[in-house]
């Protein structure tokens, strides 16, 4: 699924490209753990469509995520071992989410102020 490449060709006598390790995981659906080691950095490309309700942390640090191949998301590993995690949480979802929260709210408060009263 992901791919590590470097994002440029290194200068000459400056070493060479080490993929590293790549281990994966699914804790949920909606999250996505990458485990890089030994990697002499460069860009992390996910096989998954892109959309804008992911985010990211690598190594417990906010990374933006930047669109890949038109379609794909990757972002930037520094050299050495990293741990990349990725949310899914997208406006849709959260808004509609307060939004059910307040509509309940609504009512429990109707409910109960026609209870109170009953004239209402």
Do not use: C, I, K, N
């Amino acid at each position: 699924m992901p791919v590590v490449g470097s994002p440029q060709p290194l200068p000459a006598g400056e070493g060479s490209f080490e993929p590293g390790e790549v281990v994966v995981r699914r804790p949920r659906a909606e999250e996505l753990e990458v485990d890089v080691r030994g990697s002499s950095g460069g860009w992390l490309v996910l096989s998954e469509a892109w959309d804008p309700g992911w985010s990211a942390r690598v190594d417990g640090r906010r990374a933006p995520l930047v669109r890949a191949d038109h379609a794909l998301r990757a972002l930037r590993l520094p050299p050495g071992d990293s741990l990349v995690r990725l949310r899914y949480r997208p406006l849709a979802f959260r808004l509609g989410a307060t939004l059910s929260v307040l509509a309940l709210l609504l009512a429990l408060w109707l409910t109960l102020r026609q209870r109170a009263d009953p004239e209402l």
